[in-house]
């Protein structure tokens, strides 16, 4: 079967690290668990342009340590390429597919395919589910709400992983699950 993984949240601590990064540097105390809709800007009371700038400021400096994995994403992660065809599907802009692809080489010790949906925050760029779609993608591993239903919708089953951002959305063909050892027991 060919399985779809989101990078940011379902593979890595994404948002945990970006509001370390961006409480230290700017002196606030916003967490995770405070992020109920995806729009920095809101929660760090800035417009969306300059939220953006600052996202991509985190992903131009951090180190690929600054972002651990989930816990047992790696080992899934193995345990999933021994029988499946899996490739990351991911929001980041292109332009730090070589930040991913750090990321991958040491804590995977490998390269996947890695695919961009493009430019998440200019609306830019193939969807996850046109992508998907075009390549014969049955499962995708998801963290957005949105994408999530919107893939949904088109038939493709989803295993969204529970983040305080998702919790209002629901659909036959998705499957909430809290951690890698229930995505890999729903997958099972």
Same mark, same amino acid.
């Given at each position: 079967?060919?399985? #779809?993984?989101?990078?940011?949240?379902?593979?890595?601590?994404?948002?945990?690290?970006?509001?370390?990064?961006? !409480?230290?540097?700017? $002196?606030?105390?916003?967490?995770?668990?405070?992020?109920?809709? =995806?729009?920095? $800007?809101?929660? =760090? #009371?800035?417009? +969306?342009?300059?939220?953006? &700038?600052?996202?991509?400021?985190?992903?131009?400096?951090?180190? @690929?340590?600054? *972002?651990?994995?989930?816990?047992?994403?790696?080992?899934?992660?193995?345990?999933?390429?021994?029988?499946?065809?899996?490739?990351?599907?991911?929001? +980041?802009?292109? +332009?730090?597919?070589?930040?991913?692809?750090?990321?991958?080489?040491?804590?995977? #010790?490998?390269?996947?395919?890695? *695919?961009?949906? $493009?430019?998440?925050? &200019? $609306?830019?760029?193939?969807?996850? @589910?046109?992508?998907?779609?075009?390549?014969?993608?049955?499962?995708?591993?998801?963290?957005?709400?949105?994408?999530?239903?919107?893939?949904?919708?088109? #038939?493709?089953?989803?295993?969204?992983?529970? &983040?305080? =951002?998702?919790?209002?959305?629901?659909?036959?063909?998705?499957?909430?699950?809290? !951690?890698?050892?229930?995505?890999? !027991? &729903?997958? +099972?």
């Amino acid at each position: 079967m060919k399985i #779809g993984i989101d990078f940011d949240d379902v593979i890595t601590e994404f948002t945990e690290s970006l509001m370390d990064y961006y !409480n230290k540097k700017y $002196g606030k105390k916003v967490s995770k668990e405070e992020i109920l809709i =995806w729009n920095w $800007g809101l929660y =760090w #009371g800035i417009s +969306r342009e300059e939220a953006t &700038k600052r996202v991509d400021e985190f992903h131009e400096t951090h180190k @690929v340590e600054d *972002i651990a994995p989930l816990d047992k994403a790696i080992d899934s992660i193995n345990e999933l390429m021994k029988k499946h065809d899996v490739l990351i599907i991911t929001g +980041r802009p292109i +332009r730090f597919e070589h930040r991913i692809e750090e990321w991958l080489q040491h804590y995977l #010790g490998r390269n996947l395919e890695v *695919i961009h949906a $493009g430019e998440w925050h &200019k $609306g830019q760029a193939a969807t996850k @589910v046109e992508i998907c779609k075009e390549l014969g993608v049955k499962v995708l591993m998801e963290d957005s709400g949105e994408t999530a239903l919107d893939c949904a919708n088109s #038939g493709i089953k989803v295993l969204l992983f529970d &983040k305080p =951002w998702n919790k209002q959305f629901k659909h036959e063909n998705i499957q909430r699950v809290k !951690n890698w050892e229930e995505a890999l !027991n &729903k997958l +099972r």
